[in-house]
């Protein structure tokens, strides 16, 4: 894949306008053409607009604009890791892993693979927004969504690793703690539910009843898989869910140090079956046991 560099002159071509920042003087757009539902893919910020003479509508197609790169998405990614006061170095290719995984890929180094990898889906409508905010409980009990604004064609399988972040970040943390060591307590858990091994003896029986949640998002995510027992797909979308996330202001600090290790186990898991293409693969163990993924 072609990169880009500081400084380098870029011209970009049939974007959409997704927000505008008046007070910062930028610009979003993003890859696509009409309304919200069309835009998906790569997205850029585009700053330095002089709208005092110049008007950009949300949704208005921009033909054409020529400037120059000021931030990469390495720094963004690089910048929104170093926030976080990471005890291990941020620049190498691994960090530390947990238990049995002697250690993780730094999922930052590893994002330019990640834009590269195809899967074979079918694209159905999706909410494009769905995390705990979004759904609220009626009389009965009974759940619904809201915000439809994001809605699109998409690949459902977005749709329930985002849940799975927004359980991560609201339910597990708060329940495992903010610092660097309890996100590697929740990574320990994960690595059960990925069915690769039963949860650690000296597990927090707090996080292990948090992940309770997690697990019932797996257990209908796997309804959603291309092939029920193949859960590279499902990956792929929580390494992009958890690394979106790490900018949030809006989560805990301990939610985004959670969010790092779990893009990190994510990309894991994905070069793990690479490693065994051609082998059948086990689904992950919704009930946290000893089964082998």
């Known amino acids: 894949m072609w990169e880009l560099e500081y400084g380098e002159a870029v011209i970009v071509e049939n974007f959409t306008v997704e927000k505008v920042y008046p007070e910062r003087r930028t610009i979003r757009l993003a890859l696509g053409k009409g309304n ?174 948090a992940m309770i949640t997690v697990a019932a998002v797996r257990t209908v995510a796997q309804e959603c898989l291309l092939i029920k027992t193949a859960w590279l797909e499902y990956y792929v979308a929580l390494a992009f869910c958890s690394l979106r996330a790490l900018s949030w202001d809006s989560m805990s600090v301990g939610a985004r140090r959670l969010m790092f290790l779990v893009a990190a186990l994510s990309i894991y898991e994905l070069r793990r079956r690479a490693r065994l293409a051609g082998s059948v693969e086990t689904s992950p163990d919704v009930e946290l046991s000893d089964s082998e993924g």
């Open 36 to 209: 919200e539902s069309a835009m998906r893919g790569y997205k850029i910020d585009v700053t330095g607009v002089d709208l005092a003479h110049t008007t950009y509508y949300r949704g208005e197609l921009v033909d054409r604009l020529a400037g120059r790169v000021y931030k990469t998405r390495a720094e963004v990614l690089g910048l929104a890791v170093s926030d976080l006061q990471p005890d291990f170095d941020q620049r190498a290719e691994f960090i530390p892993g947990v238990g049995a995984i002697e250690k993780l890929p730094n999922p930052i180094l590893a994002f330019e693979d990640l834009l590269d990898r195809t899967i074979n889906s079918t694209l159905s409508p999706i909410h494009g927004d769905l995390h705990l905010g979004n759904i609220l409980v009626g009389p009965g009990n009974n759940p619904f969504l809201i915000d439809f604004s994001r809605a699109r064609d998409g690949h459902t399988l977005a749709d329930w690793a985002a849940l799975e972040v927004s359980l991560l970040a609201e339910v597990v943390t708060p329940a495992a703690g903010q610092t660097w060591e309890s996100a590697r307590k929740v990574i320990a858990t994960m690595i059960a539910l990925n069915g690769r091994g039963a949860p650690p003896e000296d597990g927090d029986d707090r996080i292990v009843d």
